[in-house]
């Protein structure tokens, strides 16, 4: 009688697609991790924006300065309150972090709007110069609004 040792093929084949159902399932797991993840990034860096523009408007003699409205990279977002430091490295931030490449920026002296995509939904994050920051269904404004839509 002969000891038989290892594994027949079958075996093997079994445990080889166990591994990779529990492989895709880890990883699909994680690809939605990683896109909240972005979408909490977004939120972050646009809430820093709301801190700093009214820490702006206090300096600047009440005033949030002067940005035409912008719709496209964060980098076009460079008047009033968006020449700021800690605005722009903000809305750096939240650009990278979506990785679409697209905010909206507008600033008017007495308000201010700043919106980024989010990368799970087909929505985006706004703030605005009357406190709201809420997300908003649908794809960024592409003409000129003032406060975050209702």
Request: glycine letters at 10%; proline letters at 2%.
């Amino acid at each position: 009688m002969k000891n038989h040792r290892g594994f027949t093929l079958i075996e093997l084949l079994v445990v080889i697609a166990i591994i990779g159902i529990l492989s895709a399932v880890v990883l699909a797991s994680l690809n939605t991790a990683r896109d909240k993840g972005s979408d909490a990034a977004v939120q972050s860096n646009l809430g820093t924006v709301r801190t700093q523009a009214e820490i702006y408007y206090g300096d600047h003699s009440n005033s949030y300065g002067t940005q035409a409205w912008s719709s496209g990279a964060s980098t076009a977002c460079t008047g009033g309150m968006f020449s700021d430091p800690n605005i722009t490295s903000a809305l750096l931030g939240a650009d990278g972090a979506n990785g679409i490449g697209n905010v909206d920026c507008l600033a008017t002296g007495s308000a201010y709007l700043a919106a980024a995509a989010l990368s799970t939904t087909t929505a985006y994050w706004c703030v605005d110069s009357t406190g709201k920051s809420k997300q908003v269904s649908g794809a960024l404004p592409t003409t000129q609004i003032n406060t975050c839509p209702s």
